[in-house]
């Protein structure tokens, strides 16, 4: 199975300083590592780094020497091992002064998207257990989002709506008496357009965490 690839790009980094590149995961495997900025090869064993044309040098130990004045940074590395919806914080920092800049982003969203390519929806891993999801749903008052459905295991809910501004939904897939899953949250627009999102929940997490997915 491939894996996507992210491509971070660092631009204007000075060439007399060096940098760390470091991560944090609001969903570590170790639980003391939850909220702490750690070294990126913490969690991503086949990074790697490049300035344009050129690898740089001491990539493995985190650091980033900078040898060409101005030049662009970029960082490759795999959505595998994160959870779906994860939400993690990158942070370059100045190893010869206190500043940093840091980057917030999603390695596996989940999204939806019009075939305009315009955002409908996207979601936030906010809990593992309960399995807890925040659904941010955009607002075109041309094409309004009339109805949810939703189906996780046995369960099943639909909403009508008429909706009159963007929202936010906290949306928990978990079902009683069962260990995982997925759930899928079906959203029918104005215009007769159907889109699904699918959220894992309980031992689903279990292949991400364990870096096989």
């Given at each position: 199975?491939?894996?996507?690839?992210?491509?971070?790009?660092?631009?204007?980094?000075?060439?007399?300083?060096?940098f760390?590149?470091?991560?944090m995961?609001?969903?570590?495997?170790?639980p003391?590592?939850?909220?702490?900025?750690?070294?990126?090869k913490?969690?991503?064993?086949?990074?790697?780094?490049?300035?344009?044309?050129?690898?740089?040098?001491?990539?493995?130990?985190?650091?980033?020497s900078?040898?060409?004045?101005?030049?662009d940074?970029?960082?490759?590395?795999?959505?595998?091992?994160?959870?779906?919806?994860?939400?993690?914080?990158?942070?370059?920092?100045?190893?010869?002064?206190?500043?940093?800049?840091t980057?917030?982003?999603?390695?596996?969203?989940i999204?939806?998207?019009?075939?305009n390519?315009?955002?409908?929806?996207?979601?936030?891993?906010?809990?593992?257990?309960p399995?807890?999801?925040i659904?941010?749903?955009?607002y075109?008052?041309?094409?309004?989002?009339?109805?949810?459905?939703?189906?996780?295991?046995?369960?099943?809910f639909?909403?009508?709506?008429?909706?009159?501004?963007q929202?936010?939904?906290?949306?928990?897939?978990?079902?009683?008496?069962?260990?995982?899953?997925?759930?899928?949250?079906?959203?029918?627009?104005?215009?007769?357009?159907?889109?699904?999102?699918?959220?894992?929940?309980?031992?689903?997490?279990?292949?991400?965490?364990?870096?096989?997915?």
């Amino acid at each position: 199975m491939g894996f996507k690839k992210w491509i971070v790009v660092f631009e204007n980094l000075r060439s007399d300083e060096l940098f760390s590149c470091e991560m944090m995961r609001l969903f570590p495997r170790k639980p003391e590592d939850q909220g702490v900025f750690l070294p990126i090869k913490t969690y991503i064993k086949d990074y790697s780094f490049f300035l344009k044309g050129s690898p740089l040098v001491n990539t493995k130990s985190g650091i980033l020497s900078v040898n060409l004045p101005n030049a662009d940074c970029i960082s490759v590395f795999s959505e595998k091992g994160f959870l779906p919806g994860e939400k993690i914080t990158l942070r370059t920092k100045n190893l010869r002064s206190d500043n940093y800049d840091t980057l917030e982003f999603y390695p596996r969203p989940i999204a939806l998207y019009d075939s305009n390519g315009e955002e409908l929806a996207c979601s936030e891993l906010f809990s593992l257990s309960p399995a807890t999801y925040i659904v941010h749903f955009a607002y075109n008052p041309k094409n309004r989002l009339v109805r949810i459905n939703s189906t996780s295991g046995n369960e099943h809910f639909n909403q009508l709506l008429f909706q009159e501004d963007q929202f936010v939904m906290y949306y928990n897939p978990d079902v009683l008496g069962d260990n995982g899953g997925f759930s899928s949250l079906r959203c029918t627009y104005q215009n007769g357009d159907t889109y699904e999102l699918t959220f894992p929940w309980g031992e689903e997490f279990f292949p991400y965490m364990i870096g096989s997915k």
